[in-house]
């Protein structure tokens, strides 16, 4: 990915004074996904990047890439390095094939999650397979700490019948991925930014009410439909939108007349120095320079025999 080098100090982040009880997110912002091109030539949505950091801190990117046009997705993600970071698949619809240079390979389905931890690295390849003209997902980038960025790499990969699907009330289901929804815990476990991370679907003129551990970063993404996000402003959002939340105990989400599907993600931030290029985060620009030299020398795989890459 060819992000240009970046390096940013992590906002601080103002102590909000607690309130007595507990209180419902506003909303804070609307950001609506914007269309980039990726790998070898992929048109996605992009909800948030490179560009939003340190903003949803502990995350770094979400991208959108679903699509009912083959020649938006058939060129993939060839052969690419990550490193000090977590990245997770969850497909919507068709399959991507995964492969990485350590041997690791699978297929990803409908319905299911790979939640990737590069760790000190890996070199993977995730490439569509179009059996059927839908296909698509959402990728989501969690940042880690620098007392995790060179831990082992490590695959949660969870198929879509392992997942629960929780009816929280009538017309009201979460499938919960990572996470609590009612007592019932989702199958990605032991990740170090706590993330919650749920796909909600609310029938019309239904509500769902979530609790979130204050001073977690909480954001939804639209995927379909519109519903409201704050009881307050009366704002209706629309499919491909980010929605970004303030600080606060729980979240509230309404849908109207119109059924409503979206992502619900929080996670705690980390609150350090962000240094981006491309695939590899890291937190300074000489632990990026390294880590580039690494993969130029091919010392970059610390864990695991590197089988190389298959040209
Ligand atoms: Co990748």
Redesign the pocket.
């Known amino acids: 990915m060819g992000s240009p080098l970046r390096f940013m100090w992590a906002g601080r982040v103002e102590a909000v004074a607690m309130a007595e009880g507990s209180e419902v997110r506003k909303l804070d912002e609307v950001l609506p996904s914007r269309e980039t091109i990726e790998g070898a030539g992929v048109h996605l949505r992009r909800a948030f990047g490179y560009h939003q950091v340190p903003r949803l801190d502990p995350y770094l990117l979400l991208d959108d890439f679903r699509s009912e046009n083959p020649a938006d997705f058939v060129a993939g ?1 060839p052969w ?1 390095p ?1 490193r000090g970071i977590e ?1 997770v698949t969850y497909m919507l619809d068709g399959f991507v094939e995964h492969e990485d240079s350590i041997g690791n390979r699978g297929v990803l389905g409908s319905g299911d999650v790979q939640w990737m931890t590069s760790g000190s690295g890996i070199i ?1 390849q ?1 490439m569509p397979k179009p059996r059927e003209d839908r296909m698509g997902g959402l990728q989501l980038w969690v940042n880690l700490p620098s007392s995790h960025k060179m831990m082992d790499p490590r695959y949660q990969e969870i198929r879509d019948a392992k997942i629960p699907q929780v009816d929280v009330a009538k017309g009201v289901r979460a499938k919960v991925i990572a996470g609590e929804v009612a007592g019932v815990q989702g199958p990605v476990r032991d990740i170090v930014v706590q993330p919650e991370y749920l796909d909600v679907s609310l029938e019309p003129h239904t509500t769902l009410e979530h609790a979130i551990p204050r001073g977690h970063t909480a954001f939804a993404y639209v995927l379909e439909g519109r519903g409201r996000f704050d009881a307050d402003s009366g704002e209706t959002i629309d499919s491909e939108n980010l929605v970004i939340f303030e600080d606060g105990d729980r979240v509230r989400m309404e849908a109207h007349s119109a059924p409503l599907r979206f992502l619900l993600i929080s996670g705690k931030p980390i609150r350090e120095p962000v240094a981006w290029w491309g ?1 590899i985060v890291m937190n300074s620009r000489h632990e990026l320079e390294h880590a580039i030299e690494e993969f130029q020398t091919g010392t970059f795989i610390k864990h695991g025999k590197s089988r190389g890459i298959p040209t």
Do not use: K, N
Request: overall charge negative; hydrophobic content about 15%.
């Open positions: 993600f690419h990550h990245t993977h995730e695939p």
